[in-house]
C-alpha cells in the first residue's frame, strides 16, 4: 500500500535551516509528482512546491520562492524539502503528498504523509 | 496566490444535505476545471474527496458531490452522517504563471 513518512521536523532558530524528507513506498516513486502541503497551527491548508515526476520541473508558492528548495532521490524513493532562513510564519504541519496520476502533475494529491511539525522559534 | 473564499462553518441534521461553496477568481477556479476538495478530521491528514471539479476517487461514497460555475465551486454532502463532521478544503490550479495551487479558508461542517 502507499506511504508516506515525513521526518526531519523540530524546533529551529529564526534565520536558520532546516532539511525535511519523505520516505516513499507501496508505488513507482519515479512515475508521480510529489507535493509539500504545509498547515500553521490552527489554520489552512497551504501548497509550498512541486516537482515533476522526472525531476526537471520545479514550482514554488511566492512565500517560499527563492528560500525553499525541493529536490527527489529515486534511488532512495525520498522526496526532500531545503529550508532556509526559516521566519516564525514558518511554523506549520509540513506534508508530503502524492499526485494523482501518474506522468505530469494533477495538482490534486490522494496520498499524504502523517505531517511533521517545523516550529521556527528562538 | 490568493486564497479561496470559503464559509467558516456549515451545519445540518443527519440526513440532510449541505452545500459549501468556494470562490474564487478567473485565474483559478473559473479559469480552469482543476478543483479539488479535501476532507480533514482533527489530527489527521487531509483525504481527496473530489477532483477535476466532479470526480470521487475511489472509495468515496456517492453523497458526495461537486460542481463548478463560473468563479464558484461547490460541494454537497447529501445524507448527511456523524463521521462527515470535519473541516472541508477546496483547492484549485492557479494557472500556467507559476504553476501553483491556491486553498480556501476551510469550511468546519457540524452534524447537529
Known amino acids: 500500500q502507499v506511504q508516506l513518512v515525513e521526518s526531519g521536523g523540530g524546533v529551529v532558530q529564526p534565520g536558520r535551516s532546516l532539511r525535511l524528507s519523505c520516505a516513499a513506498s507501496g508505488f513507482t516513486f519515479s512515475s508521480y509528482a510529489m507535493h509539500w502541503v504545509r498547515q500553521a497551527p490552527g489554520k489552512g491548508l497551504e501548497w509550498v512546491a512541486v516537482?515533476?515526476?522526472?525531476?526537471?520541473?520545479?514550482y514554488y508558492a511566492d512565500s517560499v520562492r527563492g528560500r525553499f528548495t525541493i529536490s527527489r532521490d529515486y534511488s532512495k524513493n525520498t522526496l526532500s524539502l531545503q529550508m532556509n532562513s526559516l521566519t516564525a510564519e514558518d511554523t506549520a504541519v509540513y506534508y508530503c503528498?502524492?499526485?494523482?496520476?501518474?506522468?505530469?502533475?494533477?495538482?490534486?494529491?490522494?496520498?499524504w504523509g502523517q505531517g511533521t511539525l517545523v516550529a521556527v522559534s528562538s | 496566490q490568493s486564497a479561496l473564499t470559503q464559509p467558516p462553518s456549515a451545519s445540518g441534521s443527519p440526513g440532510q444535505s449541505v452545500t459549501i461553496s468556494c470562490t474564487g477568481t478567473s485565474s483559478d477556479v473559473g479559469g480552469y476545471n482543476y478543483v479539488s476538495w479535501y476532507q480533514q478530521h482533527p489530527g489527521k491528514a487531509p483525504k481527496l474527496m473530489i477532483y477535476e471539479v466532479s470526480k470521487r476517487p475511489s472509495g468515496v461514497p456517492d453523497r458526495f458531490s461537486g460542481s463548478k460555475s463560473g468563479n464558484t465551486a461547490s460541494l454537497t454532502v447529501s445524507g448527511l452522517q456523524a463521521e462527515d463532521e470535519a473541516d472541508y478544503y477546496c483547492s484549485s490550479y492557479a494557472g500556467s504563471t507559476n504553476f501553483g495551487v491556491v486553498f480556501g479558508g476551510g469550511t468546519k461542517l457540524t452534524v447537529l
Open positions: 503528498a502524492r499526485d494523482h496520476v501518474v506522468g505530469p502533475a494533477s495538482y490534486y494529491f490522494d496520498y
Open positions: 516537482i515533476s515526476y522526472h525531476g526537471s520541473n520545479k
